[in-house]
């Protein structure tokens, strides 16, 4: 379990990643190394709950013991062991010791595993960048450094054991085990993300109603997750609905379900999506997209849990709890009567905002070293590390398009720094040139290309033209000249310019379809 399944049991206690930081530095007084871990065993994967002297990167890692052979021999050890320094298993840890001016190799090594009330819990790993560090090290001084450890890790399990109640325990269980393959997790310890863990485990227990602001690729289906799982229905199903994808002459039956012949192409009966959700959650992403008419029958699910399939008189109750999410302004929708008022005060019982990547801090080496451990797998690179010059990078970029362009571009950088490198030596190192990110700022309308040539006349293309009308005119003309523009440089290819813009195929497209940009092929 990594840091981001901390829970906070109220503000006068230290929360568990406290704990086991504690007990960490303690472990480093007593023994003198360069770096400490612990980390915890599920599911065949380790996960670090807290590092002292690694990088931030390391706590979104989550490593699969298979692939790490030093992890498995230490698993495997009845005591611990010791690593030579000449050992040709890979190091997880090559040049991921923090506060170093590049990346160096670990060459000293060792670890033990730990047992939590006679079951295997975990590693405690020690790392030094001397051959010779833990030469006075011997068997009794390692057995009780573990049994310091275990006391420290059982006293902390005690503690939140006393602090949840029974059915929060048994939810927070199923919830990982149900994701613990499809989902991600919300990782980061920044303020922003302590706060908005605390929001989610107020509202997750009861039954209101939740809307979602944020930025586009900030991560409101994790929020919606984990708001499910923190809810009596974690056990019923999580239906997810994406509106903004839905067309408007099918928005209807696809939430609300058909009779058989109510339209049209209606050959046979259909469950909608509130009726699969009967009993658990619905999520309704990008909720500002529905139809009016639709917006119409949604209020009426959320005022008395009724509902009406198209095409029949039967009125069916359902037992739903909604979450919707939304990137729009939804008071402005509704001064533009785009947006009904009554269901926007229906959807925002407790509404809850998810902070941008910018706002985040340090948390974007955390979810960066997730990414980069996805693509080491991904490509069968061996270790794939972030140098010095690349975590500057991330962290000093603004992160318009959010999580989703980190992704993005770590999943870049992973590749075109692998295939620069192969498998030669012991890391893969990305560079700030592998990440790209320069050319993902504000780009510049090639001089070669014109709107135009994607659908969009000449007479409308405005964004830096000081004569349109109103600011909503002359943002909307830069958008149509950037989206435009975006289309040119990826050839018409919707899907890579989706990427570069840091947003889903279906809401790029619905954004072409807004300026009336046509997403035919470049001619060649």
Request: neutral net charge; proline residues 6%; hydrophobic residues 45%.
């Amino acid at each position: 379990m990594s840091a981001e399944m901390t829970t906070s049991t109220g503000p006068e206690l230290p929360s568990e990643a406290e704990r086991f930081s504690a007990l960490l530095k303690a472990v480093r007084e007593f023994v003198r190394c360069d770096a400490a871990a612990l980390l915890r065993l599920e599911d065949g994967a380790l996960s670090a709950v807290a590092v002292d002297g690694l990088s931030d990167e390391t706590l979104g890692r989550r490593f699969t013991v298979a692939a790490h052979p030093r992890f498995a021999r230490l698993l495997d050890s009845p005591a611990g062991l010791r690593f030579p320094p000449d050992c040709e298993l890979p190091d997880p840890y090559d040049g991921l010791v923090s506060g170093q001016p590049e990346i160096l190799p670990v060459h000293d090594c060792m670890g033990a595993p730990l047992r939590l009330r006679g079951e295997l819990w975990g590693l405690l790993t020690l790392d030094a960048l001397e051959a010779s560090a833990f030469d006075a090290v011997g068997p009794a001084r390692m057995e009780a450094l573990v049994r310091l450890v275990e006391s420290g890790i059982d006293a902390a399990q005690t503690i939140r054991d006393m602090a949840r109640r029974a059915a929060q325990e048994q939810a927070l269980a199923q919830a990982w085990q149900s994701s613990r393959v499809a989902t991600r997790e919300l990782l980061g310890t920044s303020a922003a993300m302590q706060q908005l863990r605390r929001e989610i485990d107020t509202v997750g227990a009861s039954d209101l109603t939740v809307l979602l602001l944020g930025e586009t690729g900030v991560g409101k289906d994790l929020v919606a997750q984990r708001l499910h799982a923190r809810s009596r229905r974690e056990a019923q199903p999580l239906v997810q609905v994406n509106c903004a994808a839905l067309p408007e002459t099918l928005a209807d039956s696809e939430l609300f379900g058909h009779r058989k012949g109510a339209f049209t192409g209606a050959i046979q009966d259909r469950t909608g999506k509130f009726e699969l959700a009967d009993g658990g959650t619905l999520f309704l992403d990008e909720v500002g997209e529905l139809p009016l008419t639709v917006q119409a029958k949604l209020l009426r699910v959320l005022q008395g849990g009724e509902l009406q399939r198209p095409g029949s008189d039967r009125t069916l109750r359902v037992d739903v709890r909604v979450i919707a999410a939304t990137n729009r302004d939804l008071p402005a929708a509704i001064a533009q009567g785009r947006f009904r008022a009554d269901l926007y005060h229906r959807l925002s019982v407790y509404p809850l905002v998810v902070p941008p990547l910018r706002a985040r801090g340090r948390d974007v080496l955390a979810l960066a070293g997730g990414f980069l451990e996805e693509n080491q797998h991904r490509l069968g690179a061996r270790n794939l590390r972030l140098s010095p010059g690349a975590r500057a990078a991330l962290l000093a970029h603004p992160w318009p398009g959010n999580v989703r362009e980190l992704e993005h571009a770590i999943s870049r950088a992973a590749l075109r720094a692998y295939r620069e490198h192969g498998r030669a030596g012991r890391w893969v190192a990305i560079e700030p040139r592998h990440l790209l990110l320069e050319e993902m700022i504000a780009p510049a309308l090639p001089p070669d290309t014109a709107p135009a040539a994607y659908g969009v006349p000449a007479s409308a293309s405005a964004g830096n033209d000081a004569t349109a009308t109103t600011l909503r005119d002359a943002t909307e003309a830069f958008q149509r000249d950037w989206l435009a523009a975006c289309l040119a440089r990826h050839a018409g290819n919707i899907s890579q310019a989706a990427g570069q813009a840091g947003m889903d195929r279906s809401n790029f497209h619905r954004l072409l379809r807004k300026f009336g940009i046509r997403p035919q092929q470049q001619p060649g």
